[in-house]
């Protein structure tokens, strides 16, 4: 007898908190996840803070200390532009439905069909580049260095994206491509395939499984855990450790433009594309979704990822010369 070699996704997990509950049903696991993000980002930018990473001069050589009401300032403002970037973001380029186009008011309108669903779709991209946006418009308002306090934040994100991706995992949704590595999770939700297709055959074969019914649910790579690990909490690693030692304002900012996206993109492979836009480069244009059948297989997060590690290089390169042009003068 073969032992199950895959784990089935546990029944007691919901997207609810209270499933079944009147009005306590409405809090779902994704939305606390967001509270505990913002919270913990909240404690490490609290931490720099004591530090005196925040403080800054004027032009006129006199200090600024920073405070704690400049840090709720700075992430609630940095909140309102992330949420607008994320939500129109995925909406008008993951959505291929071009309902959004034709009802712009439905981007931010959280009823579908009479019931409330809050804004289901958000765009980590669309958050980056909004996030950003706000980070730049706060500080141009109070006048403090920016790239000092994009250092700061970019340190905090990444364990509070930690608890965005265990939030998906909750959810059941942004599982990955299916696999017979032994950590292969049954995502309930995911695509079901025949039995008696020959291919399918050899996969349960391997994996012990038996077909209970004509329709099966192969196991799948739990993509969401892995970037949990990766682009959270090793990548907060790599910042926290090097944040003393940055050669130059906006350092930490490249690590983590640079870093996320070099773990995302190969992520991505074991990652499964929206069905409804697929590969947006394909050396094979009719690899299915649910494997990896090339490297060179390219999806939209890939394209987005490998710009941001560009970008985080661009930076890196910036931020080095002119800091080398400061110390000579």
């Not at 784990?7 to 997207?15: G, L, R, V």
């Not at 931010?108 to 958000?122: E, Y």
């Not at 690693?237 to 944040?243: D, V």
């Amino acid at each position: 007898m073969i032992l199950p070699l895959y784990i089935n996704y546990p029944s007691w997990i919901h997207p609810e908190i209270f499933p079944g509950l009147p009005f306590l049903g409405l809090l779902r696991w994704y939305g606390l996840m967001y509270i505990f993000a913002f919270g913990t980002a909240f404690l490490v930018l609290k931490k720099l803070l004591k530090e005196g990473a925040l403080d800054s001069t004027d032009s006129n050589g006199t200090l600024r200390k920073a405070t704690e009401d400049d840090i709720f300032s700075f992430i609630a403002t940095g909140i309102v532009f992330l949420l607008i970037g994320a939500r129109v973001f995925s909406t008008l380029v993951y959505d291929t439905s071009g309902i959004y186009i034709r009802k712009p008011w439905l981007i931010f309108w959280p009823f579908q069909n009479g019931r409330f669903t809050g804004l289901a779709g958000m765009s980590y991209h669309g958050g980056f580049i909004g996030g950003l946006l706000g980070m730049i418009f706060w500080c141009w308002k109070h006048k403090v260095p920016f790239f000092k306090w994009a250092d700061a934040m970019v340190t905090a994100i990444p364990l509070g994206y930690t608890f965005g991706r265990i939030g998906n995992f909750m959810n059941g949704e942004l599982y990955g491509r299916i696999t017979t590595a032994k950590w292969g999770i049954i995502f309930p939700h995911a695509e079901k395939f025949s039995s008696s297709l020959g291919w399918v055959k050899e996969f349960m074969a391997k994996i012990g499984m038996e077909a209970q019914t004509n329709l099966v649910n192969l196991p799948r790579h739990p993509s969401q855990l892995y970037e949990a690990l990766f682009e959270g909490i090793i990548l907060f690693s790599i910042i926290w450790i090097l944040h003393k030692k940055k050669p130059f304002d906006g350092f930490s900012g490249a690590i983590y433009t640079g870093g996320y996206g070099f773990f995302r993109f190969f992520i991505e492979y074991f990652r499964e594309p929206d069905a409804d836009i697929g590969y947006r480069i394909a050396a094979d244009t009719n690899a299915p979704l649910y494997m990896n059948t090339s490297l060179l297989n390219i999806s939209t997060g890939q394209i987005l990822c490998f710009l941001m590690i560009l970008g985080g290089i661009g930076v890196a390169v910036a931020g080095y010369l002119l800091n080398k042009r400061k110390t000579k003068a």
